[in-house]
């Protein structure tokens, strides 16, 4: 992020500090329970160490990525593959809890739009080796790191598209079975983001969930953010800071929720 974006973003990082809660706030059951077995599940679910191991190696890779486009505020076109891997990616605390998500709503049909380098799909390829997980990737460079990382920790029930999003999503929607788990971490710009909700808004499974990274990139990424988790079909919203988390489910009461993990 550029200092100026810093600046801008600050107030919605000072609101969420000074909003979250905990599970003693949580009056829902379904919520007080799941966000306990969430906590409970990143803490201590065995550490996937090979993955790890690829993120150390990356951080000291010395190649440069070119075409990178993080959306708004983004004046990066290069970068390296060690400032990815230390910056630009999940941290593994952010892919333990995708790990804890895809295994507690036992996701079978995944898809996560931005594969970066890879470690955040393959910790979704970890937590349910049946489950499918499509992931997308526009950047050539990054989708061969991507595919090289996955071989080499056998992760073998992912599938790589490669090319334009904007081009390759629509056209794999238009042929998918419903949707359990959706991760959005591609173009960093409001109306990406609101795009690629109303996309996949259809698709989603009745106990499906969407997990949006970086909501705070930019003003237009947390406007989109929080207009799109007031519309009617969203039941449950919850604001995690970096992440939000969003549910489908028509039984449950609409109701938005700031917290940690």
Known sequence: MTKIQILKTLPFYLDYFLKVTDEHSLQS???FKFYNDLVRAI???ERQSDIEA????????DSVVSGID????SRMSSVSISSIAKHGISAEKEC??????AQMTGAKNIVELGTSVGLATSYLSRANEKAKVVTFEGNDMLAKIASGLFQQVFCENIQLVQGNIDDTFPRFLDESDDIDMAVIDANHTGDALLRYYNLLKGKMSETGIMVIDDIRWSTDM?????KL?????VT???DFLQCGVIFFKSNLQKQHYILSY
């Open 29 to 31: 059951p379904f919520m």
């Open 43 to 45: 803490k201590e679910n």
């Open 54 to 61: 690829v993120r150390q190696q990356l951080q000291s890779a």
């Open 70 to 73: 993080y959306g708004a505020g």
């Open 96 to 101: 333990r809890m995708l790990y804890a998500l």
């Open 222 to 226: 947390y406007r989109a953010w929080k």
């Open 229 to 233: 988790i007031s519309h009617r079909e």
């Open 236 to 238: 449950i919203s919850i």
